[in-house]
């Protein structure tokens, strides 16, 4: 069996020609899949928008209603980046719902797949970096809540630090959030995650999957996790627009399965995302499509 995938036509909502987030992406993504044999209707799984109790298990009502009202002053809106058009809160909802949905699926099947996700950078009561709520976060607190799990880990390889995944779980003893991320980049002031791996400018392929291959085996063997929640930005990769590292595609290749292969062989289910990137976009969807090829492989070495 290939890994569920989870995802809603939806998720691509239009934005001005000259905007800088890739959007499209999405839907181009899907279709990347289909066309490279590592998706089909078997496997495609259709999310519902998070219910709003379980979205306020992270973000307060009177910051999500203000998001979906246009009701945002200036600064608030310039921070996330993004306008609040309908379509936009309409997807935002569903994505949220994607990742819960990923994570479930994962729960069940050993590992899934989000076409989606990653939104690492929305504080409870504000959104940046393109990111307006949080779904990783909230993904964990409704496990602990509705499904009892006692141990989740974040692990996050986004070029960019899950600053607000970090904040949010401080002193909160059931998840564990790990970030490699690089030092010098957005945001200017980081948080604390339970481990950070800072990389300097111009890191590659070799020094980056040795470092993460030294903290992630022994990390999964510390914690003994329940679930594995995995941010596989692409934007670590040389050509991004917005990173700072020097990964090739073969080398972001090599990440995804390190990570999948650690949990797998251990038994951890794990939930992917595809965080950020930011290049024209058919290298752009090529590498997101990496982590879903590596998902493949392992399910298939490891009898899933």
């Given at each position: 069996m290939k890994p569920p995938l989870v995802y809603h036509e939806a998720y691509s909502a239009p934005l001005p020609s000259t905007h800088r987030f890739p959007m499209a992406k999405f839907r181009q993504l899907e279709g990347c899949l289909r066309d490279m044999g590592l998706a089909s209707d078997g496997q495609m799984h259709r999310p519902l928008p998070v219910p709003r109790r379980w979205l306020e298990l992270v973000h307060p009502r009177g910051y999500h209603q203000a998001f979906a009202r246009d009701q945002l002053d200036r600064r608030a809106q310039r921070r996330i980046g993004l306008p609040a058009t309908t379509p936009l809160v309409q997807r935002t909802w569903l994505a949220?719902?994607?990742?819960?949905?990923?994570?479930?699926?994962?729960?069940?099947?050993?590992?899934?797949?989000?076409?989606?996700?990653?939104?690492?950078?929305?504080?409870?009561?504000?959104?940046?970096?393109?990111?307006?709520?949080?779904?990783?976060?909230i993904t964990a607190r409704v496990l602990l809540e509705q499904e009892g799990l006692?141990?989740?880990?974040?692990?996050?390889?986004?070029?960019?630090?899950?600053?607000?995944?970090?904040?949010?779980?401080?002193?909160?003893?059931?998840?564990?959030?790990?970030?490699?991320?690089?030092?010098?980049?957005?945001?200017?002031?980081?948080?604390?995650?339970?481990?950070?791996?800072?990389?300097?400018?111009?890191?590659?392929?070799?020094?980056?999957?040795?470092?993460?291959?030294?903290?992630?085996?022994?990390?999964?063997?510390?914690?003994?996790?329940?679930?594995?929640?995995?941010?596989?930005?692409?934007?670590?990769?040389?050509?991004?627009?917005?990173?700072?590292?020097?990964?090739?595609?073969?080398?972001?290749?090599q990440r995804d399965h390190l990570v999948l292969d650690a949990c797998l062989r251990r038994g951890i289910p794990i939930a992917t995302v595809i965080g950020g990137g930011y290049d024209a976009m058919t290298p752009l969807v090529k590498r997101h499509a990496l982590v879903f090829r590596a998902a493949s492989d392992q399910a298939r070495l490891h009898g899933l």
């Open positions: 949220v719902g994607g990742t819960l949905l990923t994570a479930r699926l994962a729960l069940r099947h050993g590992v899934a797949c989000h076409l989606a996700g990653g939104t690492h950078h929305a504080f409870p009561d504000f959104g940046s970096g393109f990111c307006i709520f949080n779904d990783l976060a006692q141990r989740v880990l974040v692990v996050d390889l986004d070029v960019h630090q899950g600053d607000a995944t970090a904040l949010i779980f401080q002193g909160e003893t059931r998840v564990f959030t790990f970030s490699a991320h690089a030092a010098s980049n957005f945001p200017a002031r980081k948080q604390l995650s339970d481990l950070d791996l800072p990389f300097q400018d111009g890191v590659g392929d070799q020094d980056y999957l040795s470092r993460v291959g030294e903290c992630l085996p022994a990390l999964l063997e510390r914690l003994q996790p329940q679930l594995v929640l995995y941010n596989a930005g692409v934007d670590p990769h040389q050509e991004d627009r917005l990173g700072r590292l020097c990964l090739t595609d073969m080398g972001l290749l």
